[in-house]
């Protein structure tokens, strides 16, 4: 194993650290926590979400005016401790509610929502959105029901616009609820991702294999195939997600290309070209992309494919401008 590091114990402390000092301009560290929360918040309902540290930029390089207003980081793949929760949750709180966006995990959800109930006991309005986006598996090793992964990034962004124009706490839980039914997402790797503490991939795929549904944990797949170029990648993934989304020609969509962690932005917009051909060939309305780095899984080489289904105030609030480090 060669990462750049000091000491595996140092990891996340050092992690928030940089990140805080990184973007000064924009957010700050929770003093004794390992939340970064935004400097200077509007009065309006906060957005605060977070889970295991790994997948950065995910979560707290979308803290900043307009997505979120806390993120809180876990140890490397493991969700955050309620406290640290708790904590953010009092620090963001303006008077107007916060809302909790949580990725579907078992941990995370036991946590977030045992924080829920101690904000509550405090008087502070909490409410909360789940995002089960991965439509690759039903359950996995850490979860019951579908998994949440790079669609939680479009849920931070229309949530966060939601909020800032106004919405109360109740109107952002019902229109996250509806948005993540309207979100849907499937990966796919090539390597798996090595945990610093653990030293070694959490999986190995042969130099000439690939594996469709793999979770940004390393959670199993549902298929193992032999390395196929991008143009079938793509068809492979977009017949489950048509299958999912059952659209229609005409019918308007966002895409959003996720890299991994280890896969170049060459790669990713490759891949990106092959998705658009084949919806437009479909005959969909492609009125949003995004293509990037923003829910990797540490060095893990592949990449995720979300699509969204818009309508005219999704697609307001993704293009209002924000200011985060990595939006």
């Known amino acids: 194993m060669k990462k750049i590091i000091n000491t595996t114990d140092q990891i996340l402390d050092q992690m928030v650290d940089g990140i805080a000092l990184a973007n000064q301009e924009i957010v700050e560290r929770l003093p004794e926590t390992n939340v970064i929360k935004q400097k200077d918040i509007s009065q309006q309902v906060a957005l605060v979400s977070g889970g295991g540290s790994g997948h950065e930029p995910a979560h707290a390089g979308f803290v900043g005016d307009g997505m979120l207003q806390a993120a809180v980081c876990g140890q490397v793949f493991t969700s955050p401790t309620s406290d640290q929760v708790y904590e953010a949750i009092k620090a963001v709180d303006q008077g107007e509610g916060v809302l909790l966006i949580i990725k579907n995990y078992s941990g995370d959800i036991m946590n977030f929502e045992m924080a829920m109930d101690l904000a509550e006991m405090d008087d502070i309005q909490v409410g909360k959105v789940i995002v089960d986006d991965d439509i690759s598996v039903e359950d996995s090793e850490f979860t019951q029901g579908k998994r949440g992964v790079a669609g939680t990034i479009l849920v931070h962004k229309i949530l966060g616009a939601a909020a800032r124009s106004g919405k109360t706490?109740?109107?952002?839980v019902t229109l996250g609820e509806q948005l993540v039914q309207d979100v849907k997402t499937i990966g796919v790797a090539l390597s798996g991702a090595t945990v610093p503490e653990v030293g070694k991939p959490g999986f190995v795929l042969e130099e000439d294999e690939l594996e469709f549904g793999v979770g940004i944990h390393g959670e199993a797949g549902y298929?193992?195939?032999?390395?196929?170029s991008s143009h079938d990648i793509?068809?492979?993934?977009?017949?489950?997600?048509?299958?999912?989304?059952?659209?229609?020609?005409?019918?308007q969509y966002g895409i959003l290309v996720n890299g991994m962690g280890a896969t170049p932005l060459m790669e990713q917009y490759i891949f990106y070209n092959d998705v658009h051909q084949k919806l437009s060939e479909e005959g969909l309305d492609l009125a949003f992309s995004k293509v990037g780095n923003y829910m990797t899984s540490l060095d893990m080489a592949g990449l995720s494919l979300t699509l969204i289904k818009l309508n005219e105030d999704y697609l307001a609030y993704l293009n209002e401008a924000v200011d985060t480090a990595a939006w």
Request: proline share 0%.
């Open 169 to 172: 706490l109740d109107e952002l």
């Open 223 to 228: 298929r193992r195939e032999k390395m196929q």
């Open 234 to 251: 793509a068809l492979e993934m977009l017949e489950k997600l048509k299958q999912a989304f059952d659209w229609q020609a005409g019918d």
